[in-house]
């Protein structure tokens, strides 16, 4: 329930604070003065785009403040929890704030809030029905929509069209994959006679084959040359050895650790060096005596390393980025492979299709079963707006073709109307008048907004220039509907008729002032001055104590 509407700078309006009643509030005015302002605040607040034309002539920015009552509102308190936001309050906060260079802000319980949040969250508070409803009326679509929104099987007609998609995606793929077969195989060959040369080279890692074909190449001079090392380290002969010369610098220095720290230190050094000389010796004494290595092995070496050169030239690529290169290759050619074939997804169109069959004929049976009562609903509530003879059927046509079905399911769906007795029902776009779409379609929305049950989670309606095309006893039966809808929900409507006015719970009236800047007030009217608005509105610019004896009278005739 929306408690307050603050607006700061905000097109005509300077500052104001409007407090929102319960029930049916209704704002009235002259045409021009700003009554359509207050919506389009409510709008903003509820996550529609700004224009920076909304920011009053001189301002640097608007601000708009909406603050909402939702104690007891389990969907809103669900929502907060799912975006994980904390409610310390039973009460909803939301700021919008327009730059007069075209940037705005959001700001929800004083956190900054994403407009695709806002907007989430403000369909939950504020339900806005535009002028413009009788004109959604004549669109197929917009019927298919009230009709399973009426009868609770939104859900249902949701997964049907959701089936619909996944068939649709399934059978562009299959149309994809047709279209790349032919390409697809010659991929597929190109990449398997690349890879049939080099799949030895992939088994191995040639860096290392490299090297060890560097070092088998040369592992006679490299074992002589072990010898000798071996020989400077370590030797029987009378030729000085690193051991032996080791061995005296290690005495030298142990003779005079007790004269001198330094030398005891160096003697601890020297005798590490001697143990890992000893490991260096026993490291080049296998080496000089292996055996040498099998022919086979260095043949072997030999032939990939010479695949290596020649697949090199060949691809213009170093053997080591080749190697890198194929395993892409391989990757490729097995993505290739395993994309479905066109027998498997054959398969999957015709599973995806059955399923859509079974839910749209489970859609059909529920629309068929559920709109007689709907349109008994519909009627029973136009034959007091002046259509005593009103009388609506909907009619179900299966499509010709299955080629037609779509993601509404396989039957067109027309609601028809008469409004006159002996005359045949009709689709709508052809007999009914506008001041008929008119009631039609504010009908339709009244129905819309109380057919849900669950009263907690109902939010604000909001009605746009509710009484086009109506007048007279119609008009007051108009305010008798939205007042009763009142007692249940809260509700905000701009009028221009005095007995639809006279029926609110609140009434809010908007003037246009012309001081130095022009700029729209709002009045809460009670009393007199509510009489005199309802007499100006009845009578026109001269009120008159006729005028104003009417307006009473609109008054004593409203019902509680």
Known sequence: MLLSLTLSQFALIAEHELNVADGFNVITGETGAGKSLLLDALSLCAGERADSAMVRHGAAHADIYAQFDIKDNAVVNNWFAAHERTLAEPEVLIRRQLSSSGRSKAWLNGLPVSLAELKSLGALLVNIHSQHAQQALLKPQFVVQWLDAMAQITPLALQTATSYQQYQQLKRRADDLASREAQRQDRMQLLQSQLADIVPLLAVDYREIEAEHEELSNIEALMQE????????????????????????????????????????????????????????????????????????????????????RLSRKHSLPAGD???EAKGWQQQLAQLENEPSSDALAAQIDEAWQNYLTLTQQLHEARSQAAPTICEQLVAQLQPLALPNARCEFVFSKKADSAHYNAQGCYDIDLLFSANVGMPLQPLYKIASGGELSRMALVMQVLQATSSDNNAAKPMLVFDEVDVGISGGTAQVVGELLRTLGHTQQLLAITHQAQVAAQAHQHILVQKHHHKQTQSEMFILTDSAQIDELARMSGGVTITEVTREHARSLLTDVKI
Request: aromatic residues 2%; proline residues 3%; negative net charge.
């Open 226 to 309: 072990a010898s000798h090392g071996l020989h400077l380290l370590d030797n029987d002969s009378d030729e000085p050895d690193v051991m032996t010369l080791l061995g005296q610098a290690i005495k030298l220095c142990d003779h005079q650790i007790e004269v001198s720290q330094t030398f005891g230190q160096v003697s601890e050094q020297l005798h590490l060096a001697q143990q890992q000389i000893t490991e260096v010796t026993a490291l080049l004494s296998d080496y000089a005596e292996q055996q040498l290595p099998d022919p086979e092995r260095l043949q072997e070496l030999d032939s990939l390393i010479s695949l290596g050169h």
């Open 322 to 324: 080749l190697i890198n």
